[in-house]
């Protein structure tokens, strides 16, 4: 169990982050679109060509994102009012949560908090405006210095969202946003269904 929860963090939580520089999406509406809410499929391709699909909301309640993971349907919720986030198991219908996270907003390149401003350690340079997916989106190219081998990150920023829809990094993994929808979410979306159980404690591999 504790594994899936591991892969849960690493997968859905991958979404705006890149190069190391930014912070798990995990801020409502108002934080991280200025109060664009919206929902949107996100896709994750392997360097291999695999592809893996999963969801993302966002509202303002917080942020709610859901994957397939070793075969299970888990969701993921963010509430940064509360610095908690939940694990939901769909099927089983059990939960587990983690207090206390301090869950930050993902600055984008420019802004006045981005790791781009350590140009020591990062080059972040913009490419200029493009349409992806009929959105205006601004590509942005992020060396991190330092390294034995400098590979460029790529970012594709919505101004309306304010987060990268497309992020290709440099050993060729891409993460995209696709069918987003701008639109109302659900509070129920951003919270633990009163039928939810806590995920039993697992007692494997200890001694009676």
Known sequence: MDRI????VKWIGAVAVFAGMVYPVALGAESITGGVEFSADVVRTTRDGRHEQGRIHVGRGGVRSEALLNGQKVAMIYDISQKQVWMLLLEQKFYTSRNG??????PLPDAEDSPCRQRERFSCTQQGAEQLQGRHVLRWIVLVRGTEQVV????WIDPRVRIAIREQYGDGLVVELRNIREEAQSPALFTVPADYRPMPVSTEGTKP
């Open 5 to 8: 929860i591991a892969r849960a």
């Open 101 to 106: 996270v301090d869950m930050r907003p993902p």
């Open 152 to 155: 460029p990150h790529e970012l």
